[in-house]
């Protein structure tokens, strides 16, 4: 077998033990919550409203036994487990439906911002930190500094709140939520097809400018929240990395021979940079795809975060909670798969090493 192909499959194996292993340890902390209490949210609906103790404890225990909710921990557990292979990730009381379903149906939104998150970080966070590096004490530099240090200080939530204060509700310019309430109605009318779930793209597939650029305002917020923070903790990472290159022989060589200074930077240095700075941007785009989960509920994002405030809402359900988890884990180690390929394919050194491995 090829080392590559090592590589891939080691990496992919890395999912399903991850998943178990932090699925055992949730489940374990869901079991410390008494049965009785978990089985109070599948009591049905449609209870006699008059019921004796002896009869509502008959009705808890039918509950009780038909979820395994007082089996040993690896009964309970192969239980839950089963559902993650039949579609449904098990039944949410709290939700009312089945949890696959309800996060699928919410994932449109919650990709889409983290998507136009990572777009914005990336380029910037390279771009800034490269040029920083490069003019090192410079007036550019000193600007970089500050605002590196004011973005790395302030916490997503906080920088949330602030924002909500200045531009929605002082000014009005950039309402939470997903588009506004006209656009809402008319979408509900039926004309307007949803293709993907993300409302940008399907703006634009259905010719709607004007609700294009209306989704965008309603995302810049939100994007600038979750950017900025991880913005900061790259451009140092690169602006670091470049500072270690600059007095190196195949930067003074060019720089001997006459060679334009931008074209050293961004021919030269700027690759050999990329190692660390997108081991950075793997880690910035993992903490990207949790704080998308409080910058939703900040900003009033109907995202995948509406299943676990469901499930932390009062008894803790363990079927969303589980699932919620799952999901996260799931589309981070995905991301990290990715990134984790994208370092060895643009990175000459990092391919040797993958391939002697």
Avoid: C
């Amino acid at each position: 077998m090829p080392p590559f192909l090592q590589f891939l499959i080691r990496r992919f194996l890395v999912i399903p033990v991850s998943l178990v292993i932090i699925t055992m340890m949730l489940y374990g902390g869901v079991m410390l919550t008494p049965p009785e209490a978990r089985a109070s949210l599948y009591m049905p609906d449609n209870m006699p409203p008059r019921l004796t103790d002896e009869q509502y404890k008959k009705i808890e225990e039918r509950i009780i036994r038909q979820y395994h909710l007082r089996d040993p921990f690896p009964v309970q557990y192969l239980f839950w487990a089963k559902s993650l292979f039949d579609g449904t990730w098990g039944y949410s009381p709290a939700l009312n439906e089945n949890v696959l379903p309800s996060l699928l149906r919410r994932t449109p939104a919650t990709l889409e911002l983290a998507l136009y998150s990572l777009l914005l970080l990336i380029p910037f966070g390279l771009i800034s930190g490269v040029s920083a590096g490069w003019k090192r004490s410079g007036f550019f530099d000193r600007v970089f500094r500050l605002l590196a240090f004011l973005s790395t200080s302030t916490p997503p939530f906080i920088l949330a709140i602030v924002l909500l204060s200045l531009f929605y509700i002082n000014r009005g310019w950039f309402a939470p939520g997903r588009i506004d309430l006209t656009y809402v109605l008319e979408i509900a009318d039926g004309n307007f097809m949803p293709y993907t779930g993300m409302m940008t793209l399907d703006a634009f597939l259905n010719g709607r400018m004007d609700i294009l650029e209306n989704a965008f305002r309603h995302l810049a917020m939100p994007v600038f929240t979750l950017s900025i923070y991880h913005w900061a903790t790259l451009a140092r990472v690169t602006r670091v990395s470049v500072l270690g290159e600059e007095q190196k022989e195949y930067v003074t060589a060019p720089r001997a021979r006459g060679i334009v200074e931008r074209k050293v930077v961004w021919k030269h240095v700027f690759r050999n940079t990329l190692t660390p700075s997108l081991t950075s941007m793997t880690l910035s785009a993992t903490s990207i795809i949790t704080g998308v989960f409080v910058a939703e509920i900040i900003y009033d994002i109907n995202g995948v975060s509406g299943v676990i405030v469901a499930a932390m809402s009062g008894v803790a359900d363990a079927a969303a909670a589980l699932g919620f988890s799952v999901y996260s884990v799931v589309m981070i180690l995905l991301l990290m798969f990715l990134l984790d390929v994208m370092q060895a394919v643009l990175d000459p050194r990092v391919r040797e090493g993958v391939l002697k491995t």
